[in-house]
C-alpha cells in the first residue's frame, strides 16, 4: 500500500516536473525587457504625453522585439500576456546570437564570451529537458514489472534534471545581472538620448522553472525510495 502511494505521488509529481520544463522550455519569455525613449514625445488621444517603447521578450528558441506606444505610468508588461500580443513582431533565433540586433558585434570579446556562456545555457537546458523525458518512459517500463533498477534509473535522471534546470536557473540570473552588460548598453544609447532607459525584468518562464525544479527532485527522490524499497522486499 505505501509503495503504492509513492509511485503514485512519484509519478504524479514526474509528469508535473515534465510539464512544465516543457512549458519554460518551449516558450520564449525567460527575459522581459522594456526600451523607452522620452527624446521625443506625442500627444495621446486623450491628452497624455505618449512616447515609443521597444519590448523584448526572449528564451530559447526565439527573441522577439516589437514597439509599442505608451502614456505615462501605463503598466507595459500587460501587454507581454498571449491575450495581448502585439499583431506583428520581429523575432530572431535567440540561440544564434546572444545580444540583441542592435548590439550585435561579432568582433568583440564579449561578443564571444557572451555566445559561448550562451551556448552553455541552452546544453544545460536541453539535457535537463531530455533527462526528465528519459526518466519519465523509465518509470513508465518499470511500473508493470517492478523493476527496481528502472525506478531507481528514472529517479537518477529526475534528480539530473533538477540538477541542470537549477544550473540554467542560475545562470541565467547571471546573465541578466552581469553578463549582458545592460548598465553599457544604456550608457551607450544615452549618448544620443539622455532620456533613454531599460526595464529587465525575469519572465513567466524563467518562474516556472523552479516550480519544475521541486516537482522533478522530489519525483526523483521518490522513486529511488520505491527502487530501494523493492530491492529489499525481493532479496
Same mark, same amino acid.
Given at each position: 500500500?505505501?509503495?503504492?502511494?509513492?509511485?503514485?505521488?512519484?509519478?504524479l !509529481?514526474g509528469?508535473?516536473g515534465i510539464l =512544465?520544463y516543457?512549458? +519554460?522550455?518551449?516558450? %520564449? *519569455?525567460?527575459l522581459?525587457?522594456k526600451?523607452?525613449?522620452?527624446?521625443?514625445?506625442?500627444?495621446? =488621444?486623450d491628452?497624455?504625453?505618449t512616447?515609443s517603447?521597444i519590448?523584448?521578450h526572449?528564451g530559447?528558441?526565439?527573441?522577439? $522585439?516589437?514597439?509599442?506606444?505608451?502614456e505615462e505610468?501605463?503598466?507595459t508588461?500587460?501587454?507581454? $500576456?498571449f491575450?495581448?500580443? +502585439?499583431?506583428?513582431?520581429?523575432?530572431?533565433? @535567440?540561440?544564434l546570437?546572444?545580444?540583441?540586433q542592435? &548590439?550585435?558585434?561579432?568582433?568583440?570579446?564579449? *561578443?564571444?564570451?557572451?555566445?559561448v556562456? &550562451?551556448?552553455? $545555457?541552452?546544453i544545460?537546458?536541453?539535457?535537463?529537458v531530455?533527462? @526528465?523525458v528519459a526518466?519519465? !518512459?523509465?518509470i513508465?517500463?518499470?511500473?508493470? #514489472?517492478t523493476?527496481? &533498477?528502472?525506478y531507481? @534509473?528514472?529517479?537518477?535522471l529526475?534528480?539530473?534534471?533538477?540538477?541542470?534546470?537549477?544550473?540554467?536557473v542560475?545562470m541565467?540570473?547571471? $546573465?541578466?545581472?552581469? =553578463?549582458s552588460?545592460i548598465?553599457? *548598453?544604456?550608457?551607450?544609447?544615452?549618448? %544620443?538620448?539622455?532620456?533613454?532607459?531599460?526595464?529587465?525584468? *525575469?519572465?513567466?518562464s524563467?518562474m516556472l522553472?523552479?516550480i519544475?525544479i #521541486? !516537482? @522533478?527532485l522530489?519525483?526523483?527522490m521518490? !522513486?529511488?525510495?520505491?527502487?530501494?524499497?523493492?530491492?529489499?522486499?525481493?532479496?
Amino acid at each position: 500500500m505505501k509503495l503504492s502511494i509513492g509511485i503514485f505521488f512519484g509519478g504524479l !509529481f514526474g509528469a508535473l516536473g515534465i510539464l =512544465i520544463y516543457l512549458v +519554460a522550455f518551449g516558450s %520564449d *519569455y525567460w527575459l522581459l525587457a522594456k526600451e523607452i525613449e522620452k527624446c521625443s514625445e506625442n500627444q495621446g =488621444i486623450d491628452g497624455n504625453a505618449t512616447h515609443s517603447v521597444i519590448l523584448h521578450h526572449e528564451g530559447f528558441f526565439w527573441r522577439c $522585439w516589437f514597439n509599442h506606444a505608451e502614456e505615462e505610468n501605463s503598466n507595459t508588461m500587460e501587454t507581454f $500576456w498571449f491575450t495581448n500580443q +502585439a499583431p506583428t513582431k520581429n523575432c530572431t533565433h @535567440a540561440y544564434l546570437s546572444p545580444f540583441p540586433q542592435n &548590439r550585435d558585434n561579432s568582433n568583440s570579446t564579449s *561578443y564571444h564570451s557572451a555566445l559561448v556562456y &550562451r551556448g552553455f $545555457w541552452n546544453i544545460f537546458m536541453l539535457l535537463g529537458v531530455v533527462t @526528465a523525458v528519459a526518466g519519465g !518512459f523509465l518509470i513508465i517500463c518499470a511500473a508493470p #514489472f517492478t523493476n527496481h &533498477r528502472l525506478y531507481k @534509473a528514472g529517479g537518477g535522471l529526475f534528480l539530473t534534471s533538477g540538477i541542470l534546470f537549477g544550473l540554467v536557473v542560475v545562470m541565467h540570473v547571471f $546573465w541578466v545581472q552581469s =553578463i549582458s552588460d545592460i548598465k553599457g *548598453y544604456m550608457d551607450t544609447r544615452q549618448q %544620443d538620448c539622455s532620456q533613454f532607459t531599460v526595464f529587465v525584468r *525575469y519572465g513567466w518562464s524563467f518562474m516556472l522553472a523552479p516550480i519544475g525544479i #521541486f !516537482f @522533478a527532485l522530489f519525483a526523483g527522490m521518490l !522513486f529511488l525510495l520505491v527502487g530501494h524499497t523493492i530491492q529489499v522486499h525481493t532479496n
